[in-house]
Protein backbone atom coordinates (compact mmCIF):
# COMPACT_ATOMS: atom_id res chain seq x y z
CA UNK A 1 0.00 0.00 0.00
CA UNK A 2 2.82 2.37 0.89
CA UNK A 3 4.67 1.68 -3.02
CA UNK A 4 1.37 2.63 -4.24
CA UNK A 5 0.65 5.53 -2.24
CA UNK A 6 4.36 6.95 -3.64
CA UNK A 7 3.63 5.88 -6.87
CA UNK A 8 0.14 7.94 -6.86
CA UNK A 9 2.41 11.01 -5.58
CA UNK A 10 4.97 10.91 -7.93
CA UNK A 11 2.18 10.84 -10.52
CA UNK A 12 0.93 13.92 -8.94
CA UNK A 13 4.04 15.69 -8.30
CA UNK A 14 4.84 15.48 -12.16
CA UNK A 15 1.80 16.83 -12.91
CA UNK A 16 2.83 19.95 -11.22
CA UNK A 17 6.31 20.18 -12.79
CA UNK A 18 4.17 19.84 -16.00
CA UNK A 19 1.61 22.61 -15.23
CA UNK A 20 4.89 24.52 -14.33
CA UNK A 21 6.29 24.37 -17.92
CA UNK A 22 3.21 26.81 -18.56
CA UNK A 23 2.52 24.35 -21.60
CA UNK A 24 -0.76 26.37 -23.10
CA UNK A 25 0.98 29.52 -23.12
CA UNK A 26 -1.14 31.00 -20.48
CA UNK A 27 -0.81 34.59 -19.48
CA UNK A 28 0.89 35.41 -16.07
CA UNK A 29 -2.91 35.88 -13.98
CA UNK A 30 -3.91 32.28 -15.66
CA UNK A 31 -0.73 30.26 -15.54
CA UNK A 32 -0.16 31.74 -11.74
CA UNK A 33 -4.07 30.52 -11.13
CA UNK A 34 -3.35 27.03 -13.25
CA UNK A 35 -0.22 26.15 -11.22
CA UNK A 36 -1.97 26.82 -7.84
CA UNK A 37 -4.99 24.90 -8.83
CA UNK A 38 -2.65 21.70 -9.50
CA UNK A 39 -0.67 22.17 -5.90
CA UNK A 40 -4.05 23.08 -4.33
CA UNK A 41 -5.45 19.95 -5.93
CA UNK A 42 -2.24 17.67 -4.62
CA UNK A 43 -2.76 18.78 -0.99
CA UNK A 44 -6.02 17.93 -0.84
CA UNK A 45 -4.80 13.91 -1.63
CA UNK A 46 -1.60 14.60 0.24
CA UNK A 47 -2.02 16.89 3.29
CA UNK A 48 0.14 14.60 4.98
CA UNK A 49 3.44 14.85 2.92
CA UNK A 50 5.71 17.59 3.85
CA UNK A 51 7.26 17.89 0.18
CA UNK A 52 3.72 18.86 -1.32
CA UNK A 53 3.40 21.89 1.44
CA UNK A 54 7.10 22.25 0.85
CA UNK A 55 7.03 22.30 -2.86
CA UNK A 56 3.95 24.53 -3.24
CA UNK A 57 5.51 27.27 -0.57
CA UNK A 58 9.00 27.28 -3.09
CA UNK A 59 7.29 27.87 -5.67
CA UNK A 60 5.33 30.60 -4.56
CA UNK A 61 8.67 32.04 -3.06
CA UNK A 62 10.53 32.22 -6.09
CA UNK A 63 8.38 32.68 -9.16
CA UNK A 64 4.54 33.31 -7.58
CA UNK A 65 4.78 37.28 -7.74
CA UNK A 66 6.59 37.25 -10.72
CA UNK A 67 3.63 35.44 -12.95
CA UNK A 68 0.56 37.01 -11.49
CA UNK A 69 0.49 40.76 -10.40
CA UNK A 70 -3.07 40.29 -8.97
CA UNK A 71 -2.39 36.90 -7.13
CA UNK A 72 -4.20 37.87 -4.40
CA UNK A 73 -7.49 37.96 -6.03
CA UNK A 74 -6.52 34.12 -6.95
CA UNK A 75 -9.45 31.57 -5.28
CA UNK A 76 -6.75 29.17 -5.32
CA UNK A 77 -3.91 31.44 -4.20
CA UNK A 78 -3.87 31.97 0.12
CA UNK A 79 -6.52 34.57 1.12
CA UNK A 80 -6.22 38.28 0.41
CA UNK A 81 -6.34 38.43 4.29
CA UNK A 82 -3.37 36.42 4.94
CA UNK A 83 -1.15 38.28 1.90
CA UNK A 84 -1.90 41.76 2.78
CA UNK A 85 -1.88 45.13 0.94
CA UNK A 86 2.05 44.67 1.33
CA UNK A 87 2.44 42.75 -1.51
CA UNK A 88 1.36 45.16 -3.94
CA UNK A 89 4.06 46.46 -5.66
CA UNK A 90 6.77 44.44 -3.83
CA UNK A 91 6.83 41.42 -5.63
CA UNK A 92 9.95 40.09 -2.87
CA UNK A 93 7.65 40.77 -0.34
CA UNK A 94 4.44 39.48 -1.86
CA UNK A 95 5.89 36.18 -2.54
CA UNK A 96 7.43 35.60 1.16
CA UNK A 97 3.98 36.43 2.79
CA UNK A 98 2.34 34.28 0.03
CA UNK A 99 5.16 31.28 0.76
CA UNK A 100 4.34 31.95 4.43
CA UNK A 101 0.23 31.47 4.29
CA UNK A 102 0.61 27.92 2.32
CA UNK A 103 3.19 26.77 5.15
CA UNK A 104 0.52 28.10 8.18
CA UNK A 105 -1.97 25.44 5.87
CA UNK A 106 0.52 23.07 5.79
CA UNK A 107 1.09 23.24 9.56
CA UNK A 108 -2.57 22.93 10.36
CA UNK A 109 -2.13 19.42 9.16
CA UNK A 110 1.35 18.67 10.11
CA UNK A 111 1.20 20.71 13.54
CA UNK A 112 4.70 18.81 14.60
CA UNK A 113 6.92 19.27 11.13
CA UNK A 114 9.83 21.11 12.20
CA UNK A 115 11.01 21.18 7.94
CA UNK A 116 7.87 23.41 7.79
CA UNK A 117 8.11 25.27 10.88
CA UNK A 118 12.13 26.01 9.98
CA UNK A 119 11.08 26.76 6.44
CA UNK A 120 8.55 29.20 7.72
CA UNK A 121 10.74 30.65 10.07
CA UNK A 122 13.41 31.20 7.53
CA UNK A 123 11.55 32.82 4.68
CA UNK A 124 10.32 35.21 7.60
CA UNK A 125 14.23 36.13 8.91
CA UNK A 126 15.50 36.43 5.39
CA UNK A 127 12.82 38.35 3.43
CA UNK A 128 10.44 40.03 5.80
CA UNK A 129 12.92 41.04 8.57
CA UNK A 130 14.57 43.07 6.14
CA UNK A 131 15.47 42.82 2.44
CA UNK A 132 18.66 42.37 0.57
CA UNK A 133 18.85 46.68 -0.33
CA UNK A 134 18.35 47.52 3.45
CA UNK A 135 14.68 48.42 3.07
CA UNK A 136 12.46 47.13 6.00
CA UNK A 137 9.20 45.72 6.54
CA UNK A 138 6.13 48.39 6.83
CA UNK A 139 5.94 46.57 10.53
CA UNK A 140 9.34 46.90 11.15
CA UNK A 141 12.86 44.90 11.07
CA UNK A 142 12.09 43.79 14.85
CA UNK A 143 8.48 42.47 14.46
CA UNK A 144 9.84 39.95 11.56
CA UNK A 145 12.39 38.95 13.33
CA UNK A 146 10.38 38.33 16.62
CA UNK A 147 7.44 36.40 14.44
CA UNK A 148 10.23 34.02 13.04
CA UNK A 149 11.03 33.03 16.36
CA UNK A 150 7.86 32.59 17.43
CA UNK A 151 7.32 30.04 15.18
CA UNK A 152 9.87 27.98 16.35
CA UNK A 153 8.21 28.95 20.02
CA UNK A 154 4.98 27.31 18.93
CA UNK A 155 6.70 23.82 17.56
CA UNK A 156 8.21 23.14 20.22
CA UNK A 157 5.19 23.94 22.49
CA UNK A 158 3.10 21.66 20.38
CA UNK A 159 5.74 19.29 19.78
CA UNK A 160 8.51 19.90 21.90
CA UNK A 161 11.56 17.60 20.31
CA UNK A 162 15.18 17.89 20.38
CA UNK A 163 15.44 19.45 16.82
CA UNK A 164 13.11 21.86 18.05
CA UNK A 165 14.62 23.04 20.36
CA UNK A 166 18.00 23.11 18.74
CA UNK A 167 16.24 24.96 15.69
CA UNK A 168 15.08 27.82 18.38
CA UNK A 169 18.27 27.80 20.19
CA UNK A 170 20.12 28.78 17.35
CA UNK A 171 17.62 30.93 16.02
CA UNK A 172 17.60 33.08 19.14
CA UNK A 173 21.61 33.19 19.59
CA UNK A 174 21.37 35.09 15.95
CA UNK A 175 18.95 37.74 17.46
CA UNK A 176 19.05 37.98 21.60
CA UNK A 177 22.37 37.00 21.70
CA UNK A 178 23.96 34.16 24.00
CA UNK A 179 22.52 34.56 27.27
CA UNK A 180 18.94 34.13 25.59
CA UNK A 181 20.48 31.02 23.97
CA UNK A 182 21.26 29.68 27.11
CA UNK A 183 17.81 30.06 28.62
CA UNK A 184 16.00 27.77 25.99
CA UNK A 185 18.98 25.13 26.13
CA UNK A 186 17.96 25.23 30.05
CA UNK A 187 14.44 25.23 29.06
CA UNK A 188 14.81 21.94 26.56
CA UNK A 189 16.16 20.17 29.64
CA UNK A 190 13.95 20.84 31.99
CA UNK A 191 11.01 19.58 28.70
CA UNK A 192 12.51 16.90 26.86
CA UNK A 193 13.31 15.33 31.47
CA UNK A 194 12.01 11.55 30.49
CA UNK A 195 9.55 10.96 32.94
CA UNK A 196 8.29 7.63 34.58
CA UNK A 197 5.80 7.23 33.32
CA UNK A 198 6.64 8.08 30.16
CA UNK A 199 9.30 5.16 30.10
CA UNK A 200 8.74 1.88 28.72
CA UNK A 201 8.48 -1.72 30.67
CA UNK A 202 12.40 -2.20 29.38
CA UNK A 203 13.65 1.24 30.02
CA UNK A 204 12.28 0.40 33.40
CA UNK A 205 14.00 -2.49 33.96
CA UNK A 206 17.31 -1.10 32.86
CA UNK A 207 16.96 1.86 35.18
CA UNK A 208 15.93 -0.33 38.09
CA UNK A 209 19.31 -2.99 37.54
CA UNK A 210 21.58 0.51 37.34
CA UNK A 211 20.42 1.59 40.56
CA UNK A 212 20.49 -1.53 41.89
CA UNK A 213 23.93 -2.30 40.93
CA UNK A 214 25.03 1.87 42.72
CA UNK A 215 23.35 0.87 46.04
CA UNK A 216 25.50 -3.05 46.00
CA UNK A 217 28.76 -0.74 45.32
CA UNK A 218 27.80 1.90 47.92
CA UNK A 219 27.49 -0.82 50.32
CA UNK A 220 30.49 -2.84 49.39
CA UNK A 221 32.66 0.33 50.02
CA UNK A 222 31.11 1.01 53.32
CA UNK A 223 32.00 -2.58 54.32
CA UNK A 224 35.79 -1.94 52.96
CA UNK A 225 35.45 0.61 55.13
CA UNK A 226 34.39 -0.95 58.44
CA UNK A 227 37.06 -3.91 57.78
Known sequence: QLEEELRTLSKWR????????????????????????????????????????????????????????NAASNAMAPSAETVGSSGEGKAGVGNALRAVAVLSLGMESLPDCALLALAQAEILE??????????????????????????????????PTTLGFVLLQRLVRRHRGINAARDVFARARRTLRVREEDMSYESEKEVAAASSEKKDDVLGQDGSKEI
Not at 57 to 66: A, D, N, V, Y
Open 14 to 69: RRAAYERTNPERLNSSDFAMRVRSSYSEEVCAFARHTEVWYEWSQWELLHGGSTAT
Open 126 to 159: RHLCGNASGEKHEKGESDGMEECIQVLERLVHRS
